[in-house]
């Protein structure tokens, strides 16, 4: 006589499924928080860098950790665990000061203490001009016929990015001098002239960003869709898709 194998009822399957899935999500969350987080760019404003339909890696161990850190930002502690201060020129994911259910991307331009300005187009720090590099006019991707001057600007680890600037006049080209208060930071657009960043006061732009609010470093962009592409329209997601971007390093 031979001995028939023990089958699992309905519920045991529906059991080890769940637990297998809820291990997957557990696994998944903690990546999340602890290493990586995907983000996608719904904006021209760090063109020429990103743009709109980048669906970028943000890496979180770069600056420690924070509650904005976990999905929903839940208020389970103040300040930073194993808090690194980020460098000048990184590009920086936070949560808006006005709305922390808002997540922005921008380049950190002033660390705190520093007094920013811009004058003509260009940035100052601490009185002295990041220097430049002109590269020549192109057609911003993001506003077809309109024609942006790209400048190079140099990052203190060597590395460089490009900016674009319509005009050496336009709106947020001239400004004040802003001293970066303790624990917050001064964020810019690389599309100088089409950002809404810390040159605006939080109540209609970014303000300064406390240290809290990091969410984590911009490292490469994954995949990218030209425009964006619509989860509601499936062709979208090839018909737009840009292979040229896939897995490029951001400086």
């Known amino acids: 006589m031979t001995s028939q194998p023990a089958t699992k009822s309905a519920k045991q399957e529906l059991i080890e499924i769940g637990k297998t899935v809820g291990a997957a999500l557990l696994i998944a969350l903690v990546l ?55 460098q000048r020129g990184d590009v920086v994911v936070f949560h808006l000061p006005r ?72 709106e947020g080209d001239n400004t004040e001098v802003y001293v970066v208060p303790e624990g917050r930071y001064f964020m810019m657009g690389d599309n100088r002239d089409n950002s809404l960043d810390s040159r605006w006061p939080q109540e209609i732009g970014v303000g300064y960003v406390p240290a809290e609010n990091l969410v984590g470093k911009a490292r490469f962009i994954m995949l990218s869709w030209k425009g964006g592409a619509s989860i509601f329209k499936p062709w979208t997601w090839v018909m737009r898709f840009d292979a040229s971007r896939a897995f490029h390093r951001l400086d």
């Open 32 to 86: 999340r928080i602890i290493f990586f987080q995907p983000f996608t760019i719904p904006s021209e404003s760090m063109e020429p860098a990103l743009l709109k339909g980048d669906y970028i890696i943000v890496s979180k161990y770069d600056y420690g950790w924070s509650a904005h850190s976990i999905p929903f930002s839940p208020p389970l502690f103040r300040g930073r665990i194993l808090d690194k201060q980020p």
């Open 99 to 170: 709305d922390k259910k808002i997540t922005y991307i921008k380049r950190l331009i002033g660390l705190p203490g520093d007094r920013i300005r811009v004058a003509g187009g260009r940035v100052y720090v601490n009185g002295k001009a990041i220097a430049r590099k002109p590269l020549g006019m192109i057609e911003d991707p993001g506003a077809p016929g309109v024609q942006v001057m790209q400048y190079a600007e140099p990052k203190p680890n060597g590395a460089s990015y490009v900016t674009f600037d319509r005009a050496p006049d336009h």
